[in-house]
């Protein structure tokens, strides 16, 4: 069956330093990836999908990146972190048929 | 792209009471209709889903209807629980490798 793992799961970071998320999936192949925030109490905002290596699409501009270096691992990064930044990361994955998207845990960022 | 609005915001029923979520859609080509629930802290999770060549699903207490002509769906809670106690999230797709868009959530609690 399949997994989708995110690490951290929580993290406290201070304003300007840089950021790296993680996420990998188990148990597919060539699966579409993306990155998702949630701020306090909001919805769901769409910050960067991929559908394969090296390809990546920005929904959203910020200073926020995102890398996909192999298939099922999927990278969020900031060089320099914003108070703004702060809130639920989530990194969900899709099959390229219609179906479900799947989260991982989350990652809980605050930064100070 | 497609939008994806949702109400109420937030909602608020008695225990053994039905509550009803209402979404509408954009995009004419979306076919595919998911609804998340998100526990505190915790990831969505898939609760039903539906797709356009459907009117109606039902699961237990949970039940979603589409109405395609007129680009809305609905979520149906039947005899609801405080279990049932979260933020419930909408979302449109087709199938390829676009996203998902997720409506705004809806807040509901259900008082004992």
């Known amino acids: 069956s399949q997994t989708i793992h995110q690490w951290p799961a929580t993290l406290v970071q201070p304003v300007g330093s840089p950021l790296s998320l993680e996420c990998t999936v188990e148990?597919?192949?060539?699966?579409?990836l993306y990155w998702y925030r949630q701020a306090a109490g909001r919805g769901l905002q769409l910050l960067f999908y991929?559908?394969?290596?090296?390809?990546i699409s920005s929904e959203v501009p910020q200073n926020l990146s995102a890398s996909r270096p192999q298939d099922r691992q999927f990278i969020l990064s900031s060089k320099k972190l914003l108070l703004s930044d702060s809130g639920f990361y989530l990194c969900?994955?899709?099959?390229?048929?219609?179906?479900?998207?799947?989260f991982g845990q989350g990652t809980r960022l605050t930064v100070v | 792209g497609e939008n994806v609005e949702q109400h109420p915001s937030t909602l608020s029923v008695q225990e053994g009471d039905s509550a009803v979520i209402k979404c509408t859609y954009s995009?004419?080509?979306?076919?595919?209709f998911p609804w998340y629930k998100q526990e505190l802290g915790k990831r969505p999770q898939l609760i039903i889903d539906?797709?356009?060549?459907?009117g109606e699903k039902k699961d237990q207490r949970i039940a979603v209807t589409l109405n395609k002509t007129a680009k809305h769906f609905s979520l149906h809670i039947t005899e609801t629980q405080p279990e049932d106690s979260a933020v419930y999230f909408c979302?449109?797709?087709?199938?390829?490798?676009?996203?998902?868009?997720f409506g705004s959530g809806t807040r509901l609690q259900v008082q004992p």
């Open positions: 969900a994955w899709r099959q390229t048929s219609n179906t479900e998207a799947f």
């Open positions: 148990g597919t192949s060539n699966p579409n």
């Open positions: 991929s559908v394969g290596i090296g390809q």
């Open positions: 995009d004419s080509a979306s076919n595919y």
């Open positions: 539906i797709r356009s060549n459907v």
């Open positions: 979302a449109a797709g087709t199938g390829g490798r676009r996203a998902l868009t």
